[in-house]
């Protein structure tokens, strides 16, 4: 069969045009929207009061790599305690910008806290959790005023689980009167990107500039999520705010986020990213962080750790010495990245290949910069090593992991040196 030879595609559309909005905190700015790389954001999950638990777990996930962390302020205790959260980082060197959770009382905590009000560098306000009838209008200008006032940026954060039910009746109400109404679902996804775009329209009207607000519109559906965003990003060109809210625990969380943000991003749709991911009892807060990184690096769009390809493993690799190697440079990565990424600037990009046998392991590892091939069970007991696709060596005996570790290093280290 003869063959058209042409160009095929291949990468995300272009991002959709959206406004660059600054979240800062002293000298940091960390840009959502415009032309800035997708932002990654977590939240924490300790009570807020609690000062130095929470202070220390926001140290985790930005040292993980949260680009903006959220927490929750709500109470008097948390919001007391949020200027001296704000102290303890700055003592631990931790500079990233803190994004406050409000509803229902965030007027008053605003109002009453005012040390916590400077402290935070954004909020989050959700419209359907301001208030109810008439007080709806009047505390969402409230918290728009102290906005204004300390000039931070808002998150309208809209939830599918909170949505102001008297916009929904509205938009119910108008649907009825259509000659052809629209699907409950449509009446539902209308009334979201309503909510959302009305009030970012009322946050302006009352003196918010128009690049201090991002939008988001989260459920808990990966259809739903995908409809919406695709249909609000027509709308507007406030950065948008993607995360799939309670996506639950485990591979589920993990598999239904990353199938909902991946489409959107792939779309050019989505300026800042949080996965939700319910922890396992004991579970590490910062995966929804790894997370995170990792739907954008294999996507592409960012780079922030050397990867990892691994074959799964087959008949041919009856030993678990090519799981113990793939896990143990994993993690040996992982480790050193906080040093390296200071050291050995584009070392994020580097490819590493372990494979397991000699069907796929030469190919693969040669299309990587450092690959190695296990012997399969009852090939040769050796390992060779490729470097740049060119076999440089072959590796023996007991300490093969111990010695791909030192030929990964030197690699980094002749590499990405900068002054090499
Ligand atoms: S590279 Fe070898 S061990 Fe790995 S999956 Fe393929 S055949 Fe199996």
């Not at 979240?23 to 977590?42: E, F, L, M, N, W």
């Not at 705010?241 to 996506?247: F, I, V």
């Not at 960012?302 to 993690?331: H, N, W, Y």
Request: aromatic letters at 4%.
């Amino acid at each position: 069969m003869l063959v058209d030879l042409k160009e095929i595609a291949c990468g995300a559309a272009l991002r959709r045009q959206s406004r660059a909005v600054q979240i800062r905190y002293r000298d940091k700015v960390v840009v959502v929207g415009g032309d800035a790389p997708v932002v990654i954001q977590s939240m924490t999950n300790t009570d807020t009061a609690d000062a130095i638990a929470t202070a220390i777990q926001i140290k985790e996930l930005a040292r993980a790599g949260s680009e903006l962390v959220r927490i929750t302020v709500n109470n008097p205790e948390a919001a007391q305690a949020v200027p001296a959260i704000r102290e303890q980082l700055d003592r631990m060197g931790i500079d990233v910008p803190l994004v406050g959770d409000f509803h229902y009382n965030g007027h008053t905590l605003l109002k009453d806290f005012p040390d916590c009000a400077k402290a935070l560098s954004k909020y989050r306000i959700n419209p359907g959790n301001v208030g109810q009838g008439a007080k709806r209008d009047t505390q969402f200008a409230q918290m728009i005023e102290m906005a204004c006032l300390y000039q931070k940026p808002v998150r309208i954060g809209v939830n599918w689980g909170s949505l102001d039910q008297a916009l929904l009746a509205r938009i119910m109400d108008e649907n009825s009167q259509r000659a052809v109404p629209l699907s409950a679902q449509t009446v539902m996804y209308q009334a979201l990107i309503t909510s959302a775009i009305e009030s970012a329209q009322r946050a302006e009207q009352l003196g918010l500039p128009g690049d201090q607000i991002i939008l988001s519109c989260k459920v808990s559906g990966v259809q739903d999520l995908i409809s919406v965003y695709r249909e609000i990003s027509k709308h507007c060109d406030y950065p948008l705010h993607l995360g799939l809210t309670e996506a639950g625990m485990g591979s589920k969380g993990i598999v239904a986020s990353t199938a909902a943000l991946s489409v959107l991003l792939q779309e050019g749709i989505g300026d800042t990213i949080r996965i939700s991911l319910t922890p396992e009892p004991g579970g590490d807060r910062c995966k929804e962080v790894f997370v995170a990184q990792e739907i954008l690096q294999t996507m592409g769009l960012r780079k922030f750790m050397p990867m990892v390809i691994a074959c799964p493993g087959c008949g041919r690799t009856t030993s678990t010495v090519f799981q113990e190697l793939a896990d143990d440079i994993q993690s040996f990565l992982r480790e050193q990245m906080p040093v390296w990424k200071t050291q050995y600037p584009g070392v994020e990009g580097m490819n590493v290949a372990v494979m397991g046998c000699i069907v796929n392991g030469p190919g693969e590892s040669k299309h990587a910069h450092i690959g190695i091939s296990l012997p399969g069970t009852g090939e040769s007991p050796a390992a060779p090593v490729f470097i740049d696709g060119v076999k440089a060596m072959t590796l023996r005996g007991e300490n093969i992991a111990q010695d791909f570790q030192k030929i990964v290093l030197d690699y980094v280290q002749t590499r990405y040196s900068p002054q090499v």
